[in-house]
């Protein structure tokens, strides 16, 4: 192919400055009035040194396509490449990398097949997925070596996704002109290579990802390109039976062992139990309450399989009065309809895991964790599809299992991540515990068991109660039970915010909660007489609860570490730590920081 672009007008990039990204139904994703200046740096960057390979590695919903394409609008205008492939992760994102690409005056064939054995002329390139050039890796090569090509690689971390994948894009594209490679997630569970990363050793001999420009979610919180998010957390008791027959109880969320916490959290995801169509009743509300300054605002829940999809749906549809979009393979009709959910303003879209990373919704405004995929990679994606900001004050909504590791995920958020080689394979194994590929493998070494044919697991029963609330590196509230008052005080805050209202009054509501605790306590202890005899256990669960929301109090107020307090109230009252301290002792000292709040 000679140098000439394939057909008369040139491209320009003033292409790339018509159309704003805030609003999906007048402008593709990809496209913005004027550059953010996080891109204009990125392009900076790239044209110093113009280097053959260069990674972005930039958060979701920061804009990581409207930089691409306005590279690609340079580069073609500056005749410096003559044509254009783009790798996307899936059908979907082909046909958005497309129409985001007309807008910009490129023309990219999402429908080219390897059939075809070549892009039509008519086109600057070809937008196709990591699988098909997996399958004719040779037909891309040839393509590539046909003139000056620019590959973009966008997810690249799914070019490490199998070993062939990696080999083939190796193969494919070696020959490209310049490779731009894109990621909002620069890191893997696993230890395989990603194609065209560069590693470079840390200061423990360990290889990681070294990206040519990195934008992470803490700075583009911090530049009001994306929105904060808000985790509601919810506990709750949980009865299964294990494959070997036994019965068992836990509460989600208390620390316990491994396979426990796996159990219990299954038993919640069961759309047969009460914990789904209590969190989705909530959920459901708080869209509501988001509505109410965003009219359009819609919601997402993620299932674990199709099975759980379509009872999920049908639980929204009796909680919400209308029927939700569900989205089960990426398939050509998948995608239309994630496409007409984008552009409506209908309340709720329930999909099995392919609405992820890339996936353009700008609208989604609350979601519903309800899988089991607990890797980063896969919980920053997922995350990842209700960030993208249209405008001040928007927050985001998470509803999720109380499971420490989703917990630790999610006060991660900010953290710039990159991916690591040369890790032991044992390190990490808690991130993986219930990812499908490991609760698969998990499910085949216990099945050896002779008694294990004798029984099923089977969920027998779940119950839901509001956890707490995690927000900007803090936690809030200390348990209620569902359709109480104090749930609804933190899901029924407004729905368009600035972030440090949204702490003040998260902090407003955490404190009247404690404040009711309280009274509830004092009316049973002038009494004399509890509404009902509680195990010594729950109450000792709540009399910390209550302790650590007093001192979070105190602390607020006073800018001292939540440690320095709780070592005063031991040295004031007396006892031991709070995991060892009686009743009575943890009373003391509940007593001690009202008397000290008050005064």
């Known amino acids: 192919m000679n140098s000439a672009l394939p057909f008369g007008s040139q491209v320009g990039t003033s292409a790339a400055e018509h159309l704003s990204p805030s ?34 590695a930039a ?21 410096k ?88 894009i190796r193969e494919a594209f070696e020959p490209a002109t310049r490779r731009l490679s894109l990621t909002g997630t620069p890191f893997r569970s696993d230890t395989s290579p990603i194609p065209f990363v560069t590693y470079y050793p840390d200061e423990h001999g360990i290889r990681t990802s070294q990206a040519n420009y990195a934008y992470g979610y803490g700075r583009a919180l911090a530049d009001g390109v994306v929105r904060p998010v808000i985790f509601l957390a919810y506990a709750g008791r949980m009865r299964w039976r294990t494959r070997t027959g036994d019965e068992m109880e836990a509460r989600l969320g208390e620390g316990d062992t491994k396979d426990i916490t796996a159990q219990a959290w299954r038993t919640a995801l069961d759309p047969e139990g009460e914990w789904v169509p209590a969190v989705l ?32 749906a049908d639980i929204l549809e009796r909680v919400s009065g209308e029927t939700p979009t569900i989205v089960l393979s990426d398939e050509k009709a998948a995608s239309g309809r994630i496409a007409e959910f984008a552009v409506s303003d209908s309340r709720w879209m329930v999909a099995v895991r392919m609405v992820s990373e890339g996936v353009d919704i700008p609208r989604l ?50 953290l710039q991540r990159d991916h690591a080689l040369d890790r032991d394979p044992g390190e990490g194994l808690e991130e993986i515990l219930l990812d499908d590929d490991a609760a698969d493998d998990a499910n085949r070494v216990e099945s050896a068991s002779g008694d294990a044919l004798l029984f099923d697991f089977a969920a027998l029963g779940s119950e839901a ?51 009711r605790i309280g009274d509830r306590q004092r009316q049973v202890d002038e009494s004399g007489v509890a509404a009902e005899i509680v ?40 006892g031991p730590a709070v995991p060892h301290a009686s009743v009575s002792q943890l009373q003391a000292r509940i007593d001690l920081l009202r008397r000290g709040l008050r005064s």
């Open 535 to 574: 195990p010594l256990y729950r109450t000792l669960k709540e009399q910390r609860a209550l302790l650590n929301s007093l001192v979070g109090m105190r602390a607020k107020g006073s800018g001292e570490p939540h440690g320095i307090i709780h070592a005063e109230l031991r040295r004031m009252a007396g």
């Open 23 to 56: 609003f999906p139904e007048r402008a593709a994703r990809g496209t913005a009035d004027k550059l953010r200046a996080w891109q204009q740096e990125a392009i900076a960057e790239y044209f110093l040194r113009e280097p053959k390979d260069f990674l972005v």
């Open 281 to 312: 009743k909530a959920a459901n509300r708080r869209l509501t309450e988001v509505r109410r300054s965003i009219p359009d605002a819609g919601g997402l829940v993620i299932a674990t399989d199709h099975y759980a999809a379509r009872a999920y």
């Open 365 to 414: 405004g609350v979601g519903v964790y309800a899988t089991s995929a607990a890797t980063p990679l896969y919980f920053a994606q997922a995350i990842g599809r209700f960030v993208r900001t249209r405008r001040r004050g928007e927050t985001a909504s998470i509803f999720l299992p109380s499971v420490p590791s989703l917990l630790g995920l999610a006060a991660a958020m900010e």
């Open 59 to 79: 958060t979701p919903g920061a804009g990581k396509t409207t930089f691409a394409l306005r590279l690609v609008t340079e580069l073609l205008a500056q005749r």
């Open 465 to 515: 109660a509001f956890d707490r609330v995690l927000f900007d590196g803090d936690e809030f509230g200390a348990g209620a039970a569902p359709d109480s008052a104090e749930e609804l005080d933190f899901i029924g805050i407004p729905g368009l915010l600035e972030p440090d209202q949204v702490k003040e009054l998260l902090r407003h509501r955490h404190q009247r909660q404690a404040r």
């Open 81 to 168: 490449i003559d044509r254009v492939t783009v790798v996307a992760p899936t059908e979907h994102l082909k046909r958005q990398w497309a129409d985001a690409a007309h807008r910009v005056g490129v023309r990219l064939d999402p429908s080219f097949t390897n059939a075809q054995g070549w892009a039509g002329k008519h086109f600057h390139g070809v937008a196709v997925t990591y699988a098909q050039v997996a399958t004719r890796a040779a037909l891309h090569r040839s393509m590539t070596e046909g003139g000056r090509t620019l590959v973009i690689l966008d997810e690249v971390h799914h070019g490490g996704d199998a070993l062939s994948w990696g080999d083939a």
